[in-house]
């Protein structure tokens, strides 16, 4: 049974940093579809990014990049998201997410495509 922690939420002024882990059992990273999802107060769940197979090729979406980077240990099995330069509109509980077959809009994280969730993190944004 594939499982997915993730951890590394918290709570820090804007401008700061977070980096965000999700740890994966149970399947191999490196041939897993996986990204990273949020959802603020009040807001539908959106995808923030994913990561090509066993590669660095990332797919941020454009409201994080240049601030946001997506990666993987694949010896560690664990995916990771930095956050840099973080905004108040960035509060969100944080999921990674996988499915195990390629999903229809890969590289697009589309959320209703992926069948594997972790519990979220937390982060938390003050101005």
């Known amino acids: 049974q594939v499982q997915l922690v993730e951890s590394g939420g918290g709570s820090v002024q804007a401008g700061g940093s977070l980096r965000l882990s999700c740890a994966v059992s149970?399947?191999?990273?490196?041939?897993?579809?996986i990204g990273w999802f949020r959802q603020a107060p009040g807001k539908q769940r959106e995808g923030v990014g994913t990561?090509?197979?066993?590669?660095?090729?990332?797919f941020p979406v454009d409201s994080v990049k240049g601030r946001f980077t997506i990666s993987a240990d694949y010896t560690k099995n664990t995916l990771y998201l930095q956050m840099n330069k973080l905004k108040p509109e960035d509060t969100a509980v944080y999921y990674c997410a996988a499915s195990q077959r390629r999903p229809r809009s890969w590289p697009d994280a589309v959320l209703d495509e992926y069948n594997i969730w972790g519990q979220g993190t937390q982060v938390t944004v003050s101005s």
């Open positions: 149970g399947a191999t990273l490196r041939d897993t579809f």
């Open positions: 990561i090509e197979p066993d590669t660095d090729y990332t």
